[in-house]
């Protein structure tokens, strides 16, 4: 079943970028595809290590839209600060705490405090992240708060 | 219609040269490395995103716009990791911004 679902994603894959469909260069796709398949079957025996995506999809286009949002938002925030005569920066480093079940999901997490410009984050630990903020108020341990939740709530709940 | 979307994605394109800009701007300005970091992400995620949406608009319903958007979606992974490993670096080196605001948490981290 996993072997089927791979090919047909390898092909629509390679049938995305080629763009070109001649019989030679599609079959060089379906050696590609072929080959790619058979090294993967050999490390899946080297090492059983794989990724469980236990995402809502629905949930998930609907944070990403949101994210895309904040970007707008802080992008601006940031660039007003860049372009100020006195540049107000107020650094400050601190530590979130995180409620994600998944790894995927402190990825996301994490990530997405890294696209908004004006938080990074530094460090990952057990239960918390350290996040450096270029201009930081009260407000960022709030609306970091508020991502958190929201990114918990993509998680799909069944798989945990 | 054709003409709006042109109208579009120039606005898109020109926005997004801004911003790149501006995150070139802020690198040269900013104090020390850690704002330097948030400058270069102005660039990195802004205008990334604009300039990527306006070459949508112009390349249509195509397979070059289908390439734009996975190269997007990359960026969108691969720029905070790379953004972290180097702010993780820094930090593990013992970098520390020079500016600090004071508080309980921050005190925790020195």
């Known amino acids: ?160 | 219609m054709q003409d709006i979307l042109n109208i579009l994605s120039y606005v898109f394109l020109v926005s997004g040269t801004f911003f790149v800009v501006v995150g070139a701007i802020g690198t040269v300005r900013f104090p020390d490395f850690w704002a330097r970091l948030h400058a270069a992400s102005v660039t990195e995620s802004g205008g990334v995103i604009l300039i990527l949406a306006g070459l949508c608009l112009q390349a249509g319903w195509t397979l070059v716009t289908v390439k734009l958007i996975i190269i997007g979606l990359f960026l969108f992974i691969t720029g905070p990791t790379s953004t972290h490993a180097i702010a993780n670096a820094a930090l593990v080196s013992g970098l520390r911004p020079d500016t600090i605001v004071k508080n309980p948490t921050s005190d925790k981290v020195n």
């Open chain 1, 1 to 160: 079943m996993r072997a089927i679902t791979y090919t047909v994603l390898l092909a629509a894959l390679w049938l995305l970028w080629s763009g070109i469909y001649k019989p030679l260069l599609v079959s060089f796709g379906a050696g590609s595809v072929l080959l790619v398949l058979l090294i993967t079957h050999r490390m899946n025996r080297v090492d059983g290590d794989r990724l469980d995506i236990s995402l809502n999809p629905i949930r998930f286009i609907g944070y990403f839209l949101w994210l895309l949002k904040e970007i707008a938002v802080s992008n601006m925030n940031v660039t007003r600060v860049i372009l100020a005569g006195t540049m107000p920066i107020k650094q400050n480093l601190f530590r979130i705490p995180h409620t994600q079940k998944s790894d995927l999901g402190q990825v996301i997490f994490a990530n997405s405090i890294t696209l908004t410009p004006g938080t990074v984050t530094v460090e990952t630990e057990e239960n918390e992240f350290l996040v450096h903020a270029l201009s930081y108020s009260e407000d960022d341990l709030h609306s970091l708060a508020d991502m958190d939740r929201r990114v918990s709530a993509t998680e799909m709940k069944s798989n945990l």
